[in-house]
């Protein structure tokens, strides 16, 4: 026998006669006291739980039983709060621990916990960072993020199912590690929890859900990097010890003065959604930012709206002279390849399609594109 619940299990088969085993009529009078041992310690239990939780998982391994993430990520949650009593002190000692004024103690607390509970959970430094992400949250976000874990959602249906033999849809097992989860391990609470009570309550799936988070974290990724970027121009290379000082542009501060940026921003939406930007993008990105940064400047000395507005060189000697000075209600936007400053799109919303207003036919080339379309009734 491996535990307690197994023996009462198998004394429950034996009083209700099914037991397959003739010489297990009775239940045998051992069974009935089951052996314990007893550790003290003089000292507070969360200085020893290391050995308590290591010697458990010596008793799994007798046996060959393998400890599920499931199981991990409770006993996890059980050590996290018996440590740091709350996940707002947890936060705190984390933030404490990134200043450049911070406590030992603190930095130290954390970096203990981490060690204890990789060789006591048995895992892996990357492991337990997601793990972590997800149990350093407050009871409803957790309670969420267990219920998707376990598959405990009401999901939609799939087109095929997989049934029993009674018909009934066969459940999808309980998740073996977080990999399914990283998209939405970086997210803020507020979003975070819309979008698992969304899983949860099987108004979108669980792709769709990781769609929106993944879009939301290139976003997130590309505005860190923007400001970043922006506010290194301006010599602010610490951002903690800026904004003290009151010096650090947000997003919110470069848009008031260039609001073209939003609909720029749409361009980087696919290399900040890869894990790093290839060396042409970066170039791209970097020389979009100087052009940021010089059209910043000049709107503060009021010169110009936006040096975003004008027109690209691409396009300065077949566009229309008129089209050229239009600073608003313009009915044409240009995207940039990221590649370089050779390749761009000049795109225009206008029903009228008379491209001379806006190009002069003498100094541009035009072609004509034919797109076949196919409609589909599934």
């Known amino acids: 026998m491996h535990t307690s619940q197994a023996v009462v299990n198998v004394i429950a088969t034996i009083?209700?006669?099914t037991c397959?085993?003739?010489e297990l009529n009775?239940?045998?009078?051992?069974?009935?006291?089951?052996?314990c041992v007893g550790y003290f310690y003089a000292d507070g239990v969360q200085n020893h739980w290391q050995e308590l939780v290591a010697l458990g998982n010596i008793d799994n391994e007798s046996i060959s039983l393998k400890v599920s993430f499931y199981d991990k990520l409770i006993k996890l949650r059980e050590l996290f709060l018996l440590t740091?009593?709350?996940?707002?002190?947890?936060?705190e000692l984390a933030k404490e621990s990134k200043s450049r004024k911070k406590e030992k103690q603190s930095g130290n607390k954390i970096e203990v916990f981490r060690q204890q509970a990789t060789k006591a959970l048995v895992l892996e430094i990357g492991a337990l960072g997601h793990m972590l992400s997800i149990v350093a949250h407050d009871d409803?976000?957790?309670?969420?993020?267990?219920?998707?874990?376990?598959r405990d959602i009401q999901a939609p249906a799939p087109t095929k199912t997989k049934t029993k033999r009674d018909g009934t849809r066969k459940h999808s097992a309980p998740m073996g590690s977080a990999n399914e989860l990283v998209p939405f391990l970086n997210l803020p609470p507020v979003k975070l929890q819309e979008l698992l009570e969304a899983v949860v309550e099987g108004t979108m799936t669980q792709q769709q859900a990781r769609g929106v988070a993944e879009l939301y974290n290139s976003k997130a990724r590309c505005l860190r990097e923007l400001e970043k970027k922006f506010n290194v121009k301006f010599g602010q290379s610490n951002k903690s010890r800026a904004i003290k000082k009151g010096r650090w542009k947000t997003y919110k501060d470069i848009v008031e003065k260039l609001p073209d940026v939003q609909r720029q921003l749409a361009v980087w939406s696919v290399p900040f959604s890869k894990g790093r930007l290839t060396a042409v993008e970066i170039d791209a990105f970097d020389s979009w930012v100087d052009k940021l940064f010089t059209a910043y400047k000049e709107s503060k000395q009021?010169?110009?709206?936006?040096?975003?507005?004008?027109?690209?060189e691409q396009?300065?000697?077949g566009m229309v002279k008129e089209?050229?000075?239009l600073q608003e209600n313009k009915k044409w936007a240009v995207v940039e390849a990221l590649g370089g400053v050779s390749n761009a799109a000049l795109i225009i919303n206008d029903r009228t399609e008379k491209l001379e207003q806006y190009l002069r036919v003498k100094d541009s080339k035009f072609g004509k594109l034919i797109f076949f379309v196919s409609l589909l009734r599934c």
Request: charge should be positive; proline fraction near 8%; charged fraction near 25%.
């Open 302 to 312: 009021g010169r110009r709206k936006s040096l975003m507005e004008a027109v690209p």
């Open 140 to 150: 409803v976000i957790y309670g969420l993020y267990l219920r998707v874990i376990k």
């Open 15 to 17: 009083e209700s006669g």
């Open 20 to 22: 397959i085993n003739p």
């Open 315 to 317: 396009f300065l000697v």
């Open 84 to 91: 740091f009593k709350t996940v707002e002190n947890y936060k």
């Open 26 to 35: 009775t239940i045998p009078e051992a069974w009935l006291n089951w052996p």
């Open 323 to 325: 089209q050229k000075a």
